[in-house]
C-alpha cells in the first residue's frame, strides 16, 4: 500500500527560503547615495559633548572598575561644578563652529 501526503500550498511555500530572505544582507543603497557621510561636514560638537569628549578618558583610567554609565554620571557631575565663564567658552566656540557648518552645508548640492 503507497502512503501520499498533501502538502498544502501555503507550507510548501514555507519549506523553500524566499529569494529576498537569502539575499538579505545584500544592499544597493551605498551604490545609489549621491553623497556618502564622509563628504558632508560634520555637526560641532555641543559644549556638553566637547567637555566630555576631553574629559571622560581620564574618568575611565581613574575609576576603571566602574561601568560607563557610572562614569558618565561622575562627568556630568564634574560639569555642573565648571564655572559659567569657561562655559560661555566652549557656548562662544559652539556658535563659531556652527556658523562654518551652515556655510558649508550651504554649499552642499541638493538633489
Known sequence: MTMTF???????SRLIPSLSSSFR????????????PAELPKQP???????YT???PAFKKSYPDLPTG??????SHEWAKV?????????TSFLKETEIYVANMAKVPKE
Open 6 to 12: 498533501h502538502i498544502p500550498t501555503l507550507q510548501a
Open 25 to 36: 544582507h545584500f544592499s544597493i543603497a551605498p551604490a545609489l547615495a549621491v553623497k556618502s
Open 45 to 51: 560638537l555641543t559644549p556638553w559633548v566637547s567637555f
Open 54 to 56: 576631553k574629559n571622560f
Open 70 to 75: 557610572e562614569v558618565m554620571r561622575k562627568v
Open 83 to 91: 564655572t559659567e565663564e569657561d562655559k560661555s567658552k566652549l557656548k
